[in-house]
Structure formats: structure tokens, C-alpha cells
Nanobody, 120 residues
Framework: QVQLQESGPGLVKPSQMLSLTCTVS??????????WSWIRQPPGKGLEWMGA???????YYSPSLKSRTSISRDTSKNQFSLQLSSVTPEDTAVYYC????????????WGQGTQVTVSS
């Protein structure tokens, strides 16, 4: 059973950088045909895909967030991370990490989500 767990600060000040880490257990982030995504949901809004890092380390970003987003990984810890720069209150959301499977063509495993509030 694959499990994902987000971690990071719950409060970030405007203009600072938001950094989150997703720790994966029960499966390797280098297993072929899987991509590891960051998805967020602002209050009262739908899910927004932010970006992903594939099993081979390739990265993909939402065009609307690309200039502020960086996704990286630490294979020795089986973790992948999100950095979002120059945050504003509009970046307040529940942030999820999730696994995308090329075989299922779906997000088959999700973290429980972590609330991040941007406020001074």
C-alpha cells in the first residue's frame, strides 16, 4: 500500500517562499510509469494541478504557476518537494501530493493534504 504524507509550515508570510515535502512509503518514486504531483485547493474553489516530477526526474509545471514553482526530489529519502516563491494570500489552500499512474491514467494515491495559509 502506497502512502503519501505532506509536511511543511502551515503559515507563510506574503512574498516569502512556501516549501512542502511529500514523503512516500510503500513504493519508490523512481518506479517507472509513475509521476508525483502537487495539487492544491483554495477555499471555496476546485482542485488546481501545480506540477509533477516523473519517475525519471523530468518535471512538468502548470503554465500559470511555472514562473514561481519548483519541484525536486530526494531519491535517498523517497521524498519530493514543492517550492512556491513570492506567495500572496491567493496561494492559501490545502496542498496535496498525489501519484499519477500511466497504467491507471488516474491519481491513485493521495496524501491527506496540508493547510497552508499565507498571511502576515
Amino acid at each position: 500500500q502506497v502512502q503519501l504524507q505532506e509536511s511543511g509550515p502551515g503559515l507563510v508570510k506574503p512574498s516569502q517562499m512556501l516549501s512542502l515535502t511529500c514523503t512516500v512509503s510503500g513504493g519508490s518514486i523512481t518506479t517507472i510509469h509513475y509521476a508525483w504531483s502537487w495539487i492544491r485547493q483554495p477555499p471555496g474553489k476546485g482542485l488546481e494541478w501545480m506540477g509533477a516530477i516523473a519517475y525519471d526526474g523530468s518535471t512538468y509545471y502548470s503554465p500559470s504557476l511555472k514562473s514561481r514553482t519548483s519541484i525536486s526530489r530526494d531519491t535517498s529519502k523517497n521524498q519530493f518537494s514543492l517550492q512556491l516563491s513570492s506567495v500572496t494570500p491567493e496561494d492559501t489552500a490545502v496542498y496535496y501530493c498525489a501519484r499519477w499512474g500511466d497504467d491507471t491514467i488516474a491519481y491513485d494515491y493521495w496524501g491527506q493534504g496540508t493547510q497552508v495559509t499565507v498571511s502576515s
